[in-house]
C-alpha cells in the first residue's frame, strides 16, 4: 500500500517537474520574445529618427535652392522692384506643406508680403509657377523640357523683355529646352529658333521666320 502511495508521488512529482519545464521554457519564450520586440522597436525608431534628419536636410537643401531661385527669377524680371521670395515649411498631419511667401520693400520703407497670385499679380506668380516647375523636372530627374501654351500673357511691355531675356539665360544656364506658343513680337525675337503657324484649307504649316 505504502509502496503504491509512493509511486502514484513519484508519478505527481514527475508531472509536475515536466509541467515546471514546460512553463519555464514558455516563460523564456516570452521574455526572448518581449526582447526581440523591444530590440525592433529600438531599431525602428532609430530608423525613423534617420528618415526624419534625411528628410529634413533634402526639404532644407531644397527649400533654400528654391528661394534662391525664385528670388533671383522675380528680380531679373522685375528689376525695379525690391522683390524676395521665402519658402515657409509647415508640418501638418506627417505631410510637408511648403508655401512661397513673397516680399517687397518700397523706397518709403513699407513692406508688402503675402502669395504671389493675391498680392502682386498674375506676371509674378507666372515667374514663380515657371521656375517651380523646373525645380520639379530637376528634383525627379525628369527630361529638362517646358512647353508653356500662352503662359505669358500677364506680361506688360515693362517686364516682357526682362521675361523673355530671363527664359534665355535658363535655357543656356540649366540646359532647358522651352517650346513656347505666344503671340508676343517679343517672346518671339528672343527665341533661337521661331516659327509661325498658318492655317490653309483644314492643315497647319510652320514657316521659320528667325536664323
Do not use: I, P
Given at each position: 500500500m505504502a509502496e503504491e502511495r509512493l509511486r502514484a508521488l513519484n508519478n505527481t512529482l514527475r508531472l509536475a517537474q515536466g509541467r515546471r519545464e514546460e512553463v519555464r521554457r514558455s516563460l523564456q519564450g516570452a521574455r526572448d520574445a518581449v526582447t526581440r520586440i523591444e530590440n525592433e522597436s529600438q531599431l525602428l525608431d532609430h530608423v525613423a529618427a534617420l528618415l526624419h534628419t534625411l528628410i529634413d536636410g533634402e526639404i532644407t537643401e531644397g527649400v533654400t535652392a528654391i528661394q534662391s531661385l525664385q528670388t533671383e527669377g522675380v528680380r531679373a524680371v522685375f528689376h525695379d522692384q525690391?522683390?524676395?521670395?521665402?519658402?515657409?515649411?509647415?508640418?501638418?498631419?506627417?505631410?510637408?506643406?511648403?508655401?512661397?511667401?513673397?516680399?517687397q520693400r518700397k523706397e518709403n520703407g513699407d513692406v508688402i508680403e503675402g502669395l504671389a497670385l493675391d498680392g502682386f499679380g498674375g506676371a509674378v506668380s507666372t515667374v514663380q509657377g515657371i521656375l517651380l516647375r523646373l525645380a520639379i523636372l530637376f528634383r525627379r530627374g525628369l527630361r529638362p523640357v517646358l512647353f508653356l501654351d500662352e503662359t505669358l500673357p500677364a506680361f506688360d511691355d515693362r517686364y516682357v523683355h526682362n521675361m523673355a531675356a530671363f527664359l534665355k539665360t535658363l535655357c543656356k544656364r540649366m540646359g532647358v529646352d522651352i517650346l513656347l506658343v505666344t503671340h508676343n513680337p517679343a517672346l518671339v525675337d528672343a527665341g533661337d529658333r521661331a516659327y509661325r503657324i498658318r492655317r490653309d484649307k483644314g492643315f497647319c504649316t510652320f514657316h521659320r521666320i528667325t536664323p
Open positions: 525690391d522683390l524676395t521670395v521665402r519658402a515657409d515649411v509647415e508640418v501638418s498631419r506627417g505631410k510637408v506643406n511648403v508655401s512661397l511667401v513673397t516680399t
